[in-house]
């Protein structure tokens, strides 16, 4: 599946040089993923929270995961591939659920079954009620769903700032930034966002050491 | 002049006069070749070691060609019955410094006559020791790594590689003084004692140096409680002057059964006059460590708790250690009631328990523990397999062997040491 | 003593000495087998440091053959060179670790470890809350996990920058090279397992077995130092995946995590992840009274 635009790093900014401040600003408007004007803003408060020393992301690219842009139909295509439907493909039609449910049970096909337990929030915490192709920050600002990080990140901001700095979140690739860059897992990758806890998991065999039975030979 | 039959420690001498033209090589060869002369006892004696030995080459030549595996060690129990073997040995080895310390040191007369048995004994444990060493190895073939100049040898950082010189060297040094000696009794010529005494002297320290060193290669360790403590190096040199003066007396005893010699009595009683104090300072030492694991509690003591009463129905060594408690207790009231000590069976039982008892304390009693539990704490067990049974029995009919025809070499100053007391007592008669 | 009991006795002992020979030669004919098994090359390789390039491109060859020979598999081994100006460090997040062993897995597999036993350079312990007292840990869980009021450690070589393994062993074949792994020469150790003794980790596995690897599930990208399969009767631990780690590349344990605990980097570097890391959160090392100075550290995020 096609990666993601890469992350734009923001570089070392010592806030008190302006002149730096400005530049990566810039640089970061021109490589930020959506057409809105708060990406500088955004990255900046977040990614630089702990690290004014220089630390910058690693180039990365994150997985995009298919769920921010299509819904699984649970056929197989032509190609023998599981089938899925594009959002964009209904909710491009004007007037199409014009109403944002105040539940998950309250959603109608395709939707219908929403396991939903993600603390006290409702469908409207997150969705654009106006745009079902968007998401809505806390701040009101809208969002495309393919930037679904952002909206994780302004709740779970430890986890995001862990997930920045390398200690969260699944990576393939190289550790030199230098020599390579890596591939990060998408926060929605391994946290349903409607069910984000992590699930559990069957363990790989234990190890069959060489305990001593009774003779062996 | 002796008969070739009869006498098993005979074979006809040289005369006084040609002796000088025997050289060394050729007296070895004589040796060896008096060593297959002997009584039929003998002959049963011979060829039952030489088959025990050789189902342990076997054991061993099937180990090397198809792994370790092959034995019960695994990554959690890595050391086993070979290590624990070749820690009684040193021990054995070192022990027959309790001759030579009466003999040289304090002039015991009686005690010098035979002292020559304490040093061949030496000589035989380090066999076995070294044996065992190599038997444990996972690469025999690769042995040449580990020699001084043509492999590399980490020296002075690694303990093996000290435990390797002081071995080789206490070796070297026990040959020279045993070969000396033999040689020149051969040649009926008298020793000079520049060529033997200050080589002596240094055996004595070099046989502490021995069994310290064995001692620091577990001590050392501080991933291994159980053994990182400083009383592990007096235990080892306590409990090895336990086993070596038992040993070399039922050696006399047996020589005395075996030859008819009416070897001297002095130093039997030495020896055990000697071992009368290492066996209480050997019980005392134990008692000292069970203390000190027991009462301190925690994690600590979990290898001690493993070995003395198991731990979550893990309790194979638990049996192992009673014994060898008993047993050396047992000893010790018998070497200390004289009523019971001067009773030669009941000695000589006393002997075989303390020995027991000493193999099972020092070797499976403080190899094993050591790793159970594991560093990650995990309760793995170890039980020897067949093939490491085997591959010990062949070890120690090896040791066996080799201790046999140098006692067979020995012969002619062993008939001295008789001809001597014999000549002592007549003149306390008189 | 008449002459003809002389050399009637001379005639059995030569009888007993040939009989006693041939016994002995059969006994220790598996030795034999095992040795005629080893070339000349083998035999008499020097240490790892001691082989000039030439030499070793000779080995390499040799062990690439040796390996198509004894496994069936095209592989290539490489020496690979620590980089200058890098010293590897790894941290392990106690909090989002599950469990799951998929680090053991990769490591099972990038290394080419026995089947039979399959044997990995990682052990999982599971431990109650409250504690890292691993005296109650449990590596042989098998149920789903995370298990509620229990946390997971995977335990590895830590690489220690004082290690006691190096300092045991006789022969030199285990050293820590010059970007902090520690490293064992396969053709040099004797297999003593006098380190596997002296490690505080159950970081040092030993080849109890020559290893059985099927054709086609060998890792066939190898370097000398670490993944190349590895004879019997000779140690091995983990390497930090130098194949791959020396060359920019992350281990393969790493890779596996699904959730993104493990962190690895060079320590030089101050704007690493293993850096920052190590200044942000609350990091521990195992054991650390015994004074081995680990490469590998542990930290939870509250």
Known sequence: MPPSEPVATSAAVPLRQPLHLISCASVLLVLSACGEDHGASFRDELGLAADEDG????????????????????????????????????????????????????????HEGIDFQHGPNGCAHCHDPEDRLSLRLADGRSIPMTDAIELCAQCHGPQYRDFRRGSHGG??????????????????????????????????????????????? | MESEEGSALGASMPPASGGHEVTYPRFLWRILSRATDGPPLFYAWMTALTAVALVGAHAWATQTNEGLGLTGMGDHVSWGLYIANFTFAVGLAAGGVMMVVPAYLYHDEEMHDVVIIGELLAVAALVMALAFVVVDLGRPDRFWHLMPLIGRFNWPISMLTWDVLVLNGYLVLNLHICGYLLYMRYLRRKPNPRWYVPFVLVSIVWAVSVHTVTAFLYSGLGGRPFWNSALLAPRFLVSAFVTGPAFIILTLRVLRQATGLALPGGPVRTLVNVMRITVLVNLF??????????????SHVAAARYLYFGVDGHAALVPWIWTAIALNVGGAIILLTPALSKRPHVLEAAMVMVFVGVWIEKGMGLIIPGFVPSTLHELVEYIPTRTEWMVTAGVWALGLLVFTVALKAAAPILRDAARAAQIRREHEES | MTQSTTSRRRVLKAAGATLGAAAFARAVSPVIDFASEISAGEFFQKHYKELSPEEMAVVLRRLEDETQERYGAEVTIRDIRPRENTQFGYALNLSICIGCRRCAEACHVENNHDRATHQSYIRVLELRQGSIDMEHGDATYEHAVPRAGHFYMPVQCQQCDNPPCVHVCPVEATWKEDDGIVVVDYNWCIGCRYCEAACPYHARRFNWHAPEIPAEEINPDQAYLSNRVRPQGVMEKCTFCLHRTREGRMPACLEACPTGARVFGNLLDPSSEIRWVLANKRVFVLKEELGTRPRFFYFFDE
């Open chain 2, 285 to 298: 030492m134990v008692l000292s460590e069970v203390f000190t694991e027991f009462y301190t509690g925690g």
């Open chain 1, 171 to 217: 990576m393939r690739g190289s550790w030199d930034a230098e020599r390579g860059v890596r591939e990060r897992n998408h926060c929605v990758d391994c946290h349903d966002a409607h069910r984000p806890a992590y699930p559990h998991f069957t363990p790989m065999p234990p190890p069959a050491d060489r305990f001593a039975p009774a003779g062996h030979e």
């Open chain 1, 55 to 110: 630390l910058r992301a690693p180039p990365s690219r994150i997985h995009a995961p298919p769920e921010l842009e299509s819904l699984a139909t649970g056929q197989l295509g032509p190609d023998g591939e599981p089938l899925r439907a594009a959002c964009v493909t209904c909710h491009s039609i004007p007037g199409l659920a014009p109403e944002l449910e105040l539940r998950a049970e309250d959603v109608g096909p395709p």
